[in-house]
């Protein structure tokens, strides 16, 4: 099936054909008719199958039709991100499908200059992408009307949650129409995500073109079994003994990120780290040298990863385990993407066992675990970390996402007068 029996503006299908489309993938085949139809959805697909085509473009048709009946209003779609790397990369997909069209996109994130972003959005703005937390700035100083809203797209919906920016979506939905149209767009759902469903979304239909949090086919997953103090000589090792170029590596936090590419680059491999804690603008040069192959590795945490999206990324290497099983999904999505093949290392220690058993649930699939030799784990490591008590799952996952895991306190108890 092509684009045009899709029923897009004319417009819309002939610089999709400009831009070498052909077929629309499952999930837009899927997606766009429902979204055409004005319909609440709930669509998960693998990273990299081209989610942000299946609302981009039908959104795009609705505004040209309101363009066309002379009803064209101020900001008509709104689409929130987590981070300022994934709003970065929605904003040049809808500048690139209306290209030649007289719609205006604006971006507006953090870290960067508000009267930049401004400026962009007196100029006219149909589509608006932006972070949480730069959205409820221009709210609340009142710089922004969103009361011409037709759609709300949340994409990546499931980091949503899990960077706590719940209330803060709860305080933008207070600034929104009630009639709209809502959008929600993940590689991964969970038991969260379909319980705000149920506050924001009306009658949703629910599409998923692979079974629920599923990796994407043509990436191979290997496993390796490595003492936790060899990891970073492993990595070094299988980067230049292979003539790996472009990898990317993820770890659990920023100072893990700083302190791997420091090691990796002792070990003569051009490495940088990319966190929540560098500026805008070093983020970008990072993510610029890596693209281009200045930077032969980029070690990078989980939130400051969504949005990086590199074609023909071959390498993709988990340094450490997330917390979040649905963290897998996504890291391993940034290969593979778009039906290219790809690869997929983990290493893991012996008390990161209980993070591979909570991966395997998730996907439903058994991992062979395997040892490079000259790198064999030590046996009687092993032995001796299983008898020392583990932190608490909740706890782990709470300091990987910069939370104060709750302690708990005695009630009060009120005295009697």
Request: hydrophobic share 40%.
């Amino acid at each position: 099936m092509s684009f045009a029996s899709l029923k897009l503006h004319h417009d819309i299908t002939q610089q999709v054909t400009k831009l070498g489309y052909t077929n629309p993938t499952p999930i837009q085949l899927a997606a766009i008719p429902a979204v055409l139809a004005g319909k609440d959805l709930m669509a998960g697909a693998q990273t990299g199958t081209g989610k942000t085509a299946a609302f981009a473009l039908p959104l795009l048709h609705h505004i040209l039709q309101t363009q066309n009946s002379n009803n064209a209003q101020g900001i008509q779609v709104l689409v929130l991100t987590p981070t300022r790397e994934l709003a970065q990369q929605v904003h040049a997909s809808f500048v690139k499908y209306s290209a030649n069209l007289s719609i205006q996109s604006v971006v507006a994130y953090g870290g960067a200059s508000i009267n930049v972003q401004l400026d962009a959005l007196k100029q006219g703005c149909d589509v608006l992408v932006a972070t949480p937390g730069r959205l409820l700035e221009l709210i609340m100083k009142n710089l922004l009307d969103l009361s011409y809203l037709q759609t709300l797209v949340l994409d990546e919906a499931d980091r949503m949650l899990d960077m706590g920016f719940i209330i803060d979506i709860q305080r933008i939905l207070k600034k929104l129409p009630e009639s709209r149209q809502t959008l929600f767009f993940s590689a991964t759902f969970n038991d969260d995500i379909f319980a705000l469903s149920k506050t924001l979304l009306k009658d949703p239909e629910l599409i998923e073109v692979d079974s629920r949090n599923t990796t994407a086919t043509k990436v191979e997953q290997t496993i390796y079994a490595v003492d936790q103090d060899r990891k970073s000589a492993l990595l070094s090792f299988l980067i230049g003994s292979k003539n790996w170029q472009q990898v990317l590596i993820f770890t659990r936090t920023k100072q893990g990120a700083d302190e791997l590419a420091k090691e990796m680059q002792k070990d003569g491999i051009t490495t940088q780290s990319i966190h929540g804690d560098k500026s805008q603008g070093a983020r970008d040069r990072v993510l610029a040298d890596f693209k281009n192959g200045k930077v032969r590795a980029l070690v990078a945490t989980d939130v400051a990863a969504r949005g990086i999206d590199i074609e023909q990324l071959q390498y993709v290497i988990n340094h450490e385990l997330p917390y979040n099983a649905e963290d897998y999904i996504h890291r391993i999505g940034r290969t593979g993407r778009a039906g290219a093949a790809g690869l997929a290392v983990t290493l893991v220690s012996e008390k990161e066992r209980y993070l591979l058993t909570d991966v395997e649930k998730l996907v439903d699939e058994q991992f062979i675990v395997q040892w490079v030799p000259g790198f064999e784990p030590d046996l009687n490591k092993a032995a001796n970390s299983q008898k020392k008590r583990e932190p608490s799952k909740k706890a782990l996952r709470a300091k990987a996402l910069g939370l104060s895991p709750s302690r708990d306190k005695k009630p009060k108890t009120r005295r009697r007068r």
